[in-house]
């Protein structure tokens, strides 16, 4: 039997508590929504933002690292005399002199700042050498005698399926598996069985990485009281600080000072504590004297931390109208050599499908590999760009089929907002059906799509529709603790000064700048004039850093809390000054004055002396914590955000069909992000990740060389540099229409959501989607490279399938033991959140 | 940062003092013009001279002259950024002007000179990388090592031509001006190369590249054709250098070239047979076109597919021989 | 390995002259970020492939991890510190703090060099024209289109017009 209609899904949602601001009317506000410059912009026109290789201290020493020259060895012997004797070189470092373990996560702490016994890819940190001239610490590293016992290279994803041994790690799963995960939400069968068509289909996402502008570095200082301070390109100073603090040990935690430089580009690619950090840290320590080491290009190849490598098989059921009844989605990660953020990553594989769709039933396994590659973790978007790829384009294939349009198939399917979805996440404002419909009426879809076809130029257009979701911030903290994930001071003088103290950490996304428009919107005063300090682990309380585009909703919510209790402060001051009653007093334009008499009032500067000279120093707090889950199973934390951003977006592509070139002459594309603090830096985050998205989608990836030479194997990242990884330059960029929806969520400040990552999400599926509709074939594959458009097109003229992508049985997907799976009753189902096959568990332990 | 390596550093004042210093030091001293290609190889320490001779200070070396012949001889020190925006290149050699347009980026052509780009150090994935980059796979015979990784059974290094301007310098049978200890040459562009990744050039080291002759506009047509991943900063992965001679729209002779597959601009004689004597019709251009696959010796060392790289070599040949109609 | 002599030598940095001593090895690059403290200039590859430490020398762009120092002796060198007029930022640094051009400001001094340089050449460029010009200069945070966008206004600014930033560029279509 086939259901058109879904089953009831709507369930009671607690909801938060509604703060008064996001439902504000747009024309209320002075300073949101308005495209005022940001609070660093001269600076950075200007030269003078002082990124952390633009420091330097006297008697400063340069560090360099010596690399592991092999994918998977033990280390037999170090020699370091040579080295040591060159003139110029002032400290060593090799792996016993820092012996303690650290890693992002807690489940994962599996590196060491240097290898002390055995190395895991080609760019594991072996030798740390400082001398008084880079040359000189690179001559140095060049004398050190390395001998290494060669291991078996575990080369990807299906070399790991297969080969237990050697294990990269003692701990995880079993063999190479480091995680493994079944959940299962509903009744999947009852799914399949009432769906009218049911499709499988493969896909492969390859790596690809963050590629900073800025290479990674760090100076360290270490002064004569025994205190230390880390300056580094990090987009998490409180992890770097709670890392230092745990390989430094018995250095006491409060003794170490990070302060994260502006980052010249992040992405995610500086969210972990990194070897570099740590044994500059060490080496200053060691020598006295101030440390700095700047990565080369190559290195921050080996940093990397970027998307992971996934194969995926997606089973998909669905009513003849196209309704999802049930999807059952496979996820196989390659994550390098070390845990990093891998656990999250894997679970991000499946936790967002049902954010933009109403998924009925939902079948998640996923499983990641140790490989002796450079380690995977988090790149915009996080683990979920690979999954959004596949679901994505099996959509396509899903409207294709069943001969639906592929934009009336989504809208079909919209999750609904204030709802549960089937995995127990909680969805707010939902502005997805606006986004598909500016995109579609913009690209004119209903007119073009499918009938574009050969251009007078010979080559073939195309239209791609894709769409997406992303976190405004992770639910959970890195680590399990219960105090806040932001905190901001605000410091009010006598000047009508006010500084703002945050641990938020500026990676040039605007986060400074957020912390200025949300104070100066609430007390009335010109952003500009609000001193910023951030990212300070002495000076700024602790925000958990610029990651998971968690710091607009975060870091805004603590900011709006401690200006808010800073105007009332300030509000009793005036009110008493005045005669006016502290509620009818208005906030704007730097005065504060009464509502009913405008005319009554003072300057800011004026009640802020009236508020001082009644209640003493005036300084306010604020703070954030994410309202709790409504997941109760194991992975349950993975997923949960204050509230979920929505993207859109249409690609037109054009395809030479005798190459399988194609270039993208034009891109429609609309971002929900509830309201835009403000619109301009807003645009800029959408047209950067439209940027970011078709570079992954067209041509970025990590590839590796893979040789056997005598007996010994060569696994090495084939191009780690900026003119063999390529990426998009200002020839490729396509015209860009942007929408910006606003549906305010009650969750975020003035009803803010992210925008920094969820745009970039439906790139890549609608460029494979848009090349469909070009010429006819599908790429399963990401990227979408030339070689494989033409390798679709040759097989498609040759009768064959007229796809490129992993095959459907084990070549393509290998055979993974998921074990049996944790079973969660949906929300219409009358579930709790709660697995009712899992065995009875310490509550923390779930986290 | 990645650093050059220490050296002694000399500006000569005349080319004859320039070919003095080189010859006396020998393998230890190198000249560079514009310094785009030997300075990144200098800080991967492909090259290390000790002796680095800069061409800056010798006269005469900078000027762009159209002869009484019609030819037009241009200095080695030519900027690549004067050449592209020069008007009688544009208007009488566009093909070529073309080419170095296709070169790398606005900035680099800034720098880069045109005797720089046509003594181009061969190109390759295993070799263009750093210095510990190279450690990890054991070097290669180009640099360091004993084995060539694109062809580890092969006695020769087999490193990409990877000029933009040579396929077509060649093909319009250009010539080279070099000045040595014993005086100045004359010799054809394609006889300044060999089919090797190593020793990709016959000149001898201290010989020093002072021009480049373009020939007298007359019954040719030129064409350069690039593939390539991006529109700008990337080196052909193919360059399609053509030059085709007419009467009466007949073509009476050809001149194909092939850059960007293999470690000089590839003759493809094929294409050439097939194109004599006759005119430009589709079906023509697209035969020879095909022909030119056999001779495209592309390898796994350069960015994309090698495969498809080879596949698309007709294309690309047919494509560029259209631009000669 | 002993330490190169180094040679003393006079630059003409942002119009001062300015007596540095250094190593002949030693790249413009290098000489101005630690010799002189212009840590302006960035650097993300050191071998010419990204632009970031773009600086113009005699009017003209040029990568300044490719050029010795020794060789911009006697030639008027300028950086992005050069670019304002006093405590006035130029028509471009304007434009590109009204656009949110610079996000994390990492590739912006280079690509200010190298607009600056156009704007001086083609007081209205077109789109094309921008787009060409900045083919050697990588950014990876902007999608490049508020960069040309500030081109644009700046180059507009500069030809006397009474321009602001298009609705569309700032608060979408």
């Known amino acids: 039997m086939v259901l058109d209609d879904p089953v009831k899904r709507e369930a009671p949602v607690s909801r938060t508590e509604t703060p008064w601001h996001h439902d504000v009317k747009k024309d209320d506000l002075r300073v949101i929504g308005k495209p005022i410059r940001k609070v660093d912009a001269r600076s950075k026109v200007s030269g003078l933002t002082r990124f952390a290789d633009d420091l330097s201290l006297p008697r400063m020493l340069h560090m360099k690292l010596l690399r592991s020259t092999m994918a998977h060895a ?66 140095a590293c060049r004398l050190v005698e390395v001998e290494y016992r060669e291991l078996r290279t575990i080369g990807g994803i299906h070399e790991a399926a297969a080969n237990d041994e050697p294990r990269l790690h003692d701990y995880g799963v079993r063999g190479n598996i480091h995680r493994l995960e079944n959940l299962e939400f509903g009744d999947l069968d009852d799914g399949f069985q009432r769906a009218a068509r049911v499709r499988e289909d493969t896909f492969f996402f390859e790596g690809n990485t963050h590629m900073p502008m800025e290479q990674h570095a760090t100076l360290a200082h270490f002064d004569k009281d025994g205190k230390l301070t880390v300056w580094s390109s990090t987009q998490t100073p409180h992890y770097l600080h709670k890392a230092l603090a745990r390989t430094l040990h018995p250095l006491p935690a409060h003794h170490i000072r990070v302060i994260a430089c502006p980052n010249g580009g992040g992405f995610g690619g500086k969210s972990d504590p990194f070897n570099h950090e740590i044994a500059a840290a060490k080496m200053a320590m060691l020598t006295g004297r101030p440390v700095k080491i700047a990565l080369t290009r190559e290195e921050v190849f080996w940093c990397h931390r970027g998307r992971h490598p996934v194969l995926m098989r997606s089973r998909i059921g669905v009513s003849k109208t196209g309704r999802i009844t049930a999807l059952d989605f496979e996820s196989y990660l390659d994550g390098g050599a ?18 933009t769709y109403a998924v009925e039933n939902y079948h998640f396994r996923g499983v990641r590999f140790f490989t002796n590659k450079a380690p995977c973790g988090p790149k915009r978007g996080h683990g979920t760009p690979q999954p959004r790829f596949a679901l994505e384009v099996q959509l396509d294939k899903v409207a294709c089929d069943l001969g639906l349009d592929p934009a009336q198939v989504r809208l079909d399917n919209l999750t609904p907002r204030d709802s549960l979805t089937a995995n127990f996440l909680r969805i707010g404002s939902m502005g997805l059906g606006a986004c598909i419909e500016k995109v579609t009426a913009g690209s004119g879809w ?77 007390l009335g005063i010109d952003p500009l004039g ?71 009032g003072m300057t800011f500067q004026e009640a802020v002396c009236a508020a001082e000279a009644r209640f003493g120093t005036i300084g306010t707090v604020g703070s954030y914590t994410p309202p709790q889950a409504a997941a109760k199973f194991r992975g349950g934390g993975v997923g949960p955000s204050p509230s979920y951003s929505y993207s859109a977006a249409v690609v037109e592509v054009e395809v030479d069909a005798e190459t399988g070139i194609y270039t993208v002459p034009k891109v429609w594309i609309a971002h929900d992000i509830g309201r835009a603090l403000n619109a301009a830096v807003a645009m800029g985050q959408i047209e950067g990740s439209v940027y970011m998205g078709l570079g992954e989608a067209m041509m970025e990836e990590m590839a590796y060389r893979d040789r056997s030479h005598k007996g010994h194997r060569i696994f090495v990242h084939k191009i780690p540099s900026l003119l063999e990884y390529k990426s998009p330059t200002s020839l490729e960029m396509p015209e860009i229409v942007t929408y910006v929806v606003e549906d305010p969520d009650r969750n975020g400040p003035f009803g803010a959501k992210e925008v920094g990552q969820g745009p970039l999400l439906p790139m890549m599926p609608a460029v494979a989607n848009a090349v469909f509709d070009a010429v006819g074939v599908r790429v399963d594959e990401i990227p979408v490279s030339f070689e494989k458009v033409f390798a679709a097109l040759q097989s498609k003229k040759e009768g064959k399938d007229a796809r490129f992508g992993p095959a459907l049985d084990a070549s393509g997907v290998p055979v993974v033991d998921f074990g049996e799976s944790l079973k969660i009753r949906t929300p219409w189902q009358g579930g709790d959140g709660t697995a009712w096959n899992e065995p009875k568990r310490d509550k923390k332990a779930a986290r | 940062m990645l650093r050059l390596p220490t050296f002694t550093y000399h500006r000569p004042k005349t080319a004859a003092d320039a070919v003095r210093i080189a010859s006396e030091h020998g393998k230890d001293a190198m000249y560079v013009a514009g310094g785009t290609d030997l300075y990144p190889n200098m800080k991967r320490r492909h090259q290390t001279p000790a002796h680095v001779i800069s061409l800056a200070a010798v006269p005469g070396l900078n000027t762009v002259e159209v002869q009484k012949d019609g030819r037009t001889s241009i200095g080695a020190m030519v900027r690549l950024a004067t050449l592209e ?40 994935t295993y070799y263009d990388q750093s210095h510990e980059w190279r450690e990890s796979i054991d070097f290669c015979m180009k640099k360091d090592g004993a084995i060539c990784w694109v062809a580890p059974g092969s006695p020769r290094c087999w490193a990409v031509q990877s000029s933009d301007t040579v396929p077509v310098a060649c093909a319009m049978e250009a010539e080279v001006e070099l000045v040595g200890v014993e005086g100045a040459r004359r010799l054809q562009c394609s006889a300044l190369y060999r089919d090797d990744g190593i020793q990709y050039l016959t000149k001898k080291p201290e010989e020093l590249l002072t021009r480049l002759v373009l020939p007298a506009p007359g019954n040719w047509k030129a064409s350069y054709l690039k593939l390539r991943r991006r529109d700008t900063f990337d080196f052909p992965i193919l360059g399609v250098g053509v030059c085709l001679w007419f009467e009466r729209g007949v073509v009476v002779k050809a001149n194909v070239r092939l850059g960007g597959a ?28 095909t022909a030119a696959m056999k001779p495209a010796r592309t390898m796994d060392n350069t960015d994309q597919d090698v495969y498809w790289r080879r596949k698309v070599a007709p294309v690309f040949v047919a494509r560029a021989l259209a631009a000669c109609r | 390995m002993t330490e190169p002599s180094k040679v003393l030598a006079t630059f003409t940095v942002n119009g001062e002259p300015h007596e540095v001593a250094f190593p002949p090895h030693k790249t413009l690059l290098e000489v101005l970020r630690e010799e002189m403290g212009l840590t302006g200039t960035k650097h993300g590859c050191e071998l010419g492939e990204c632009g970031a430490c773009t600086v113009q020398v005699d009017g003209t762009p040029i990568l300044s991890c490719l050029m010795l120092a020794i060789d ?59 787009k060409q010009c900045l083919a050697g200069n990588l950014c990876r945070c902007t999608g490049y289109l508020k960069i040309f966008e500030a081109v644009e206004l700046a180059a507009a600014r500069g030809r006397g017009e009474q321009r602001e930033p298009s609705k569309e560029s700032i608060y979408g279509s």
């Open chain 1, 530 to 600: 609000i001193k910023v300090v951030t990212s300070d682990t002495d000076l700024t309380p602790v925000d958990l850093g610029s990651y998971s585009s968690r710091v607009t909703v975060m870091t805004g919510n603590a900011a709006m809390q401690a200006a808010e209790r800073a105007r009332e402060i300030v509000a009793k001051g005036a009110s008493e000054k005045l005669g006016v009653p502290a509620g009818r007093l208005v906030f704007a334009d730097a005065r504060v004055f009464d509502a009913e008499e405008p005319g009554k």
């Open chain 2, 262 to 289: 293999g470690s000089h601009a590839i003759p493809a004689v094929e294409t050439e047979k097939l194109l004599l004597g006759q005119e430009l019709t589709d079906e023509v251009i697209a035969a020879a076109g």
């Open chain 3, 72 to 130: 911009a002796v006697g030639r008027q060198v300028r950086t992005v510190e050069g670019l304002a007029d006093k405590a006035e930022l130029s028509l471009l640094q304007h434009a590109f703090a009204d656009l949110g051009a610079a996000q994390c400001g990492y590739c912006t001094p280079g690509i200010l060099m190298t607009a600056d340089a156009l704007l001086r050449a083609n007081q209205d460029p077109t789109r094309e024209e921008i």
């Open chain 1, 446 to 522: 209903k007119q073009r799509r499918g009938k574009l076809g050969r251009q007078p130029n010979g080559r073939y257009r195309g239209l791609g529709l894709a769409c997406s979701s992303y976190l405004s911030g992770a639910g959970l903290p890195i680590y399990w603790n219960g105090m806040p994930h932001s905190g901001v001071q605000l410091k009010l003088d006598r000047s009508g000064l006010v500084t703002a103290f945050c641990g938020s950490t500026d990676i040039g996304q605007g986060s400074d700048s957020v912390l200025g428009w949300i104070i100066g919107e609430v």
């Open chain 1, 338 to 355: 070390y845990g990093s953020y891998g656990t999250a990553s894997t679970f991000y594989t499946g936790a967002l499908q049902t954010v």
């Open chain 2, 85 to 124: 925006h020069h008007a009688h290149l544009l208007e009488h050699h566009p093909a070529f002007a073309h080419a170095v347009r296709e070169i790398s980026t606005p900035l680099l052509r800034n720098m880069g000179t045109i005797g720089g780009n046509l003594l181009l150090d061969t190109r390759c």
């Open chain 1, 74 to 139: 033990e280390i037999v012997h170090i020699d370091t005399k040579k080295a040591r004797a060159l003139p110029g070189v002032k400290g060593i470092l090799t792996g016993k002199d820092l012996p303690i373990p650290f890693g992002i996560l807690p489940v994962s702490q599996d590196e060491h700042a240097l290898c002390p016994d055995r190395v895991r890819f080609v760019g594991d940190p072996v030798v740390a050498i400082a001398a008084t001239e880079e040359e000189i610490a690179w001559d």
